[in-house]
């Protein structure tokens, strides 16, 4: 490549697929600098990304995939692609060189890991995961609580998440619940029988997300791409694994703690979760 690159990461998925590629960019613009880094994958996802300054543009896999069945090529220029679907290079310019890579982990070290080997990159970790430096702890700040997931069995019980949050209360902590799209049509936390006044995060952009995230006391979620996103912020986070080894999918930050993984799954109480929120912050 002559002068300064355009250099594309392209990854499908949910928001954590896109955080765990997030690592990805802080290594090429290491490699490369002065280049123009895009991401590519759902718009709102690759959006965040640019926001928090990982990506200087933001495209879509979905419109990627749809130029590709067209025959037609991007007119996002490009002169190195690292792409997790080979068909996606139908739609890129013919000129560029394409490196793709397989998603799935291969063995139990962190997943960026895996990718960066897999794409030829070479990661500072932890130090590339993180997406901001984290903020002052504020008083008053509420416990923020993300009882939902995309996969059901990575899922906490309601049962237990209205425990928690009846413990919390009683040691004084404000409480906020976020809902996302997920939980909103499968089981929405606004219906449930919360046994303490509880403010509810809905109907929140990504990067809104984002600032309430890192203006928490802490944070409480299951394995989930919101969870990667409080921890790569450096919000105060426990994350509650279920059948998902966090030896692989465990969210990275400075103040993280994981509870559980494999099985049986959720091998932990409520009491474990409030002590670990009482530590965090």
């Known amino acids: 490549m002559t002068g300064a690159p355009r250099l594309l990461v392209a990854r499908r998925g949910g928001l954590g697929d896109a ?22 994958g759902v718009g709102e996802h690759a959006a965040l990304l640019q926001a928090l300054g990982v990506a200087d543009a933001a495209l879509s896999t979905e419109d990627l995939h749809a130029a590709a069945r067209r025959g037609e090529r991007t007119r996002w220029p490009c002169d190195a692609a690292w792409v997790d679907d080979p068909a996606l290079a139908a739609a890129l310019p013919s000129a560029a060189r394409i490196v793709a890579f397989d998603p799935r982990p ?16 070479a990661l500072w ?29 990575k899922c906490w019980s309601r049962a237990n998440w209205l ?15 976020l809902v ?23 109907n ?34 426990v994350a509650l694994f279920g059948p998902t080894d966090p030896r ?23 009491g474990a979760v409030v002590a670990a929120v009482q530590a965090s912050c």
């Open 125 to 153: 970790w932890p130090a590339d995961a993180a997406l901001a430096a984290p903020s002052p702890l504020r008083a008053g700040a509420p416990v923020v609580l993300a009882p939902g997931s995309g996969g059901r069995a």
């Open 106 to 121: 291969r063995d139990l070290r962190p997943l960026p890991l895996q990718l960066a080997d897999d794409c030829g990159l």
């Open 180 to 202: 996302g799209p997920v939980e909103a049509e499968r089981d929405d936390p606004r219906a449930w029988p919360w046994p303490t006044p509880v403010t509810f995060l809905a």
């Open 163 to 177: 425990a928690l949050a009846a413990q919390l209360a009683v040691i004084g902590r404000a409480l906020a619940v």
């Open 19 to 40: 955080l765990l590629a997030a690592p990805l960019l802080r290594a090429l613009r290491r490699a490369h600098p002065g280049a123009t880094l895009a991401f590519a």
């Open 248 to 270: 692989v999918w465990a969210p990275t930050g400075p103040r993280v703690t994981v509870l559980g993984g494999g099985e049986p799954a959720f091998a932990f109480d409520v």
């Open 204 to 237: 929140l952009a990504l990067p809104a997300v984002a600032g309430r995230l890192r203006s928490a006391a802490a944070f409480v979620g299951n394995d989930s791409g919101t969870t990667h996103l409080a921890a790569m912020l450096g919000a105060p986070t």
